[in-house]
């Protein structure tokens, strides 16, 4: 094959692969149904600070909901996380407090019927970068206002009552 | 009563609208010689057919109604007549999960039995994504206990128990619980164990293949949750598969607990219910299974033990 009959075929596949994009999404194709086979369960660039953008994947691997977060500038590994045996429901950047740096607030499952959220620092030089946990026997809830995180669930079985519901601050 | 479905699943015209009831016979076998049936027979509840699954209709009933008003419409769907085990006492209740575990658990086994994999790879990790393979310390006490420390009290041992957490509602105004049946199982738990990635472009490891009941054999994550409330075999095999997950996947987390059974047992039922902070750990662990190890009859008198 020479280069110009090389360059033809390319350019054909170029224009056919896009087409061929298309007639699946048409004809109903999961969109998602690679990612699905890579196991990606979750993925977001946050940038609530300019200069401190991430890239947040979650990823089933060996079974195992793996979260990891690189800065997207550098691409550097800033945090990796397993689930054991939960699974990842959500995750989100939060700035809290006078602090410019967000932090990584996710939840997971916990439990038959419990959740959990856990508060990620994956800037953080010192110590872990896990900063806060807080497990519920039931949902899990929680709402930003005024620079901190109040977080709602229950903390025992006596689910058919108030009792034991439960409302923190963090920080 | 009379039976009127055999174990094969094949549903009879004429019991559309009631209860359907299976002949337990409490045969023994060793490995559960403490664990009979307390009668030499019994009738097991099986499942309740119904045009719409109990647990869809309870959220079409409820759907915009508050916390007060929903709570109401619960209390008196799930105690009228009709319904799984209405006309049960609490005891028969009891013995009724006890003895549907057991003979859950005799069908696993029995299958298990009868695959190529039955038996430990040797590797703990591949084990788990192997359902098949029974963790050792998976036992009919302890499914029994976890399911009646999930509905003792609020529940009342019911197998369509859902709970206060049914009702409450968070800031998107979307239910916050899918929580129900003697497991209190939630849809999120369920698709969890389904279909899980183990390596790249392989197919996902099924961990919640339902064998032991013909009917749902199949079915997805969604027709198994809906008619899951209707069903207690159904509710039995889907607390087995998702315990056995969490103890294969405790003794891989932990091998250094591989020699500790008790340690086991106390990190699957901490995975199970919530953490080892809860009363579920001393309750299932400490009160009941030593309880219902020792006793052939009376499954309330280990309820009893624990704390409410």
């Known amino acids: 094959m020479t280069m110009k009959q090389w360059i033809k075929r390319m350019a054909g596949l170029a224009i056919l692969a896009p087409l061929a994009a298309i007639a699946n999404q048409q004809s109903g194709a999961d969109p998602f149904r690679s990612l699905q086979k890579e196991g990606v369960k979750f993925f977001a660039r946050f940038s609530v600070v300019d200069d401190a953008a991430w890239k947040v994947l979650v990823k089933q691997q060996e079974g195992e909901d793996q979260l990891t977060v690189l800065d997207d500038r550098t691409a550097r590994v800033l945090l990796s996380a397993a689930g054991n045996s939960e699974r990842f429901l959500s995750a989100e950047a939060i700035q809290v407090g006078s602090r410019s740096e967000p932090f990584l607030v996710t939840r997971w499952t916990k439990g038959a019927h419990g959740q959990e959220i856990r508060i990620y620092d994956p800037r953080t030089t010192e110590g872990k970068p896990l900063v806060y946990s807080k497990a519920s026997s039931w949902a899990i809830d929680y709402q930003h206002a005024n620079g901190r995180l109040k977080i709602t669930g229950r903390a025992d079985e006596r689910a058919n009552s108030r009792e034991g519901a439960f409302e923190v601050s963090w920080p | ?308």
Not at chain 2, 19 to 34: I, N
Not at chain 2, 213 to 241: C, T, W
Request: hydrophobic letters at 35%; charged letters at 25%.
């Open chain 2, 1 to 308: 009563m009379t039976p009127l479905e055999t174990e094969s699943g094949g549903r009879s015209p004429a019991s559309v609208s009631a209860p359907v009831y299976l002949l337990y016979t409490g045969e023994r076998e060793s490995a559960e010689s403490c664990f009979r049936s307390p009668a030499s027979q019994v009738l097991v509840e099986d499942h309740l057919p119904s045009a719409e699954p109990t647990y869809d209709s309870l959220r079409s009933l409820t759907e915009g109604l508050s916390g007060r008003e929903c709570l109401q419409v619960l209390r008196w769907e799930l105690n009228r007549p009709g319904r799984l085990w209405s006309e049960l006492s609490l005891v028969e209740r009891a013995d009724r999960i006890r003895a549907h575990a057991v003979r859950t658990y005799r069908k696993l086994v029995s299958i298990q039995k009868t695959t190529r994999n039955q038996k430990s790879s040797g590797d703990a990790q591949k084990d788990i994504y192997n359902p098949d393979y029974l963790d050792p310390i998976l036992s009919p006490e302890l499914v029994t206990c976890v399911a009646l420390q999930e509905t003792k009290g609020f529940a009342d041992l019911s197998p369509h128990a859902v709970n206060y957490t049914f009702c409450l509602q968070n800031g998107a105004g979307k239910y916050s619980s899918s929580a129900s049946g003697l497991g209190q199982m939630t849809w999120t738990t369920m698709s969890g164990v389904s279909a899980v990635m183990v390596r790249p472009n392989e197919a996902p490891a099924e961990l919640l293949p339902i064998k032991t009941v013909p009917r749902h054999e199949g079915k997805s994550v969604d027709e198994l949750f809906s008619a899951m409330n209707d069903d207690v075999p159904l509710q039995m095999e889907v607390i087995y598969r998702v315990m056995n997950y969490k103890l294969k996947f405790a003794r891989f987390k932990y091998p250094e607990l591989s020699g500790r059974p008790d340690g086991l047992i106390r990190a699957g039922v901490a995975s199970y219910d919530r953490d080892d902070q809860s009363d579920s750990l001393k309750n299932v662990v400490q009160a009941c299974m030593p309880c219902m190890a020792k006793r052939r009859k009376g499954a309330i008198l280990c309820l009893d033990q624990m704390k409410h």
